[in-house]
């Protein structure tokens, strides 16, 4: 079945720090890539995506490329904000099923002025 | 246009009671899916839902749990006698249907259950 794992453990960093969080994938078909955030006390919000190989998705600063070879959609930002402090989750899904969303555990991202 | 809602954001009930769920989709949305997060980890799907039709219920718990979605009114997720391992966020998304694509999903604000 498909599976998201996202690297273990909280992330902490200064203002204006680089960021990553590591994404990979199992899938069995070619399914389309996610990556949203969660703050503190809300919902789910659609950060990027990706949905074929190669695409890099890309949104408030943030980007993801679709690598198909090492079946990975890691995300990165160049300089982040305390406001970029929340949850991130990697998540796929594909038409095989039924467009439901398989998440990764999440990130938690403290982000220190 | 209004989001997804959910109601109520925070639901107490003590084991053995009933919870109900709630999740009015996006204005002209037409599928629902549900997802719990436990804590410390990621959401897990339950069930996909199309109006009065259950589409995709694997990720649903064989027992105690059902799921609607009725021609008219919100779609609505039941837990009976609840235990403390229902303890979770139940969030819902809309989406769009889905034309033999990908869709994106849209997610409410979740339900925060406490079962004590």
């Known amino acids: 079945g498909n599976s998201v794992t996202q690297m273990e453990g909280p992330v902490t960093l200064s203002e204006e720090a680089f960021l990553t969080i590591n994404c990979t994938y199992t899938?069995?078909?070619?399914?389309?890539l996610f990556w949203y955030v969660q703050y503190p006390g809300e919902g789910l919000q659609l950060l990027l995506k990706?949905?074929?190989?190669?695409d890099k998705g890309s949104n408030k600063g943030f980007e993801a490329t679709y690598r198909k070879e090492t079946t990975s959609f890691h995300l990165e930002k160049g300089s982040v904000q305390v406001s970029d402090s929340a949850v991130y989750f990697c998540?796929?899904?594909?038409?095989?099923?039924?467009?439901?969303?398989?998440f990764g555990k999440g990130n938690q991202v403290v982000v220190i002025p | 246009n209004a989001g997804v809602m959910q109601n109520p954001r925070h639901l107490v009930r003590r084991r053995g009671q009933e919870a109900r769920l709630r999740c009015s989709p996006m204005?002209?949305?037409?599928?629902v899916y549900w997802y719990r997060q436990l804590p410390e980890e990621g959401l897990k799907f339950m069930v996909y839902?199309?109006?009065?039709?259950?589409?995709?219920e694997s990720g649903m718990p064989k027992e105690r749990f059902s799921a609607e979605f009725p021609k008219e009114g919100p779609s609505i997720l039941r837990i009976q006698q609840v235990v403390r391992g229902d303890s979770a966020a139940y969030f819902c998304?809309?989406?769009?249907?889905?034309?033999?694509?990908?869709?994106?999903?849209?997610f409410g604000p979740g339900t925060r259950l406490t079962v004590t």
């Open positions: 998304a809309s989406s769009p249907p889905l034309a033999g694509g990908i869709v994106e999903q849209y």
């Open positions: 899938a069995t078909g070619y399914p389309s």
């Open positions: 990706a949905t074929k190989a190669d």
């Open positions: 998540a796929l899904s594909d038409r095989e099923g039924n467009n439901r969303l398989a």
């Open positions: 204005k002209g949305h037409s599928h």
């Open positions: 839902l199309q109006k009065e039709n259950i589409i995709d």
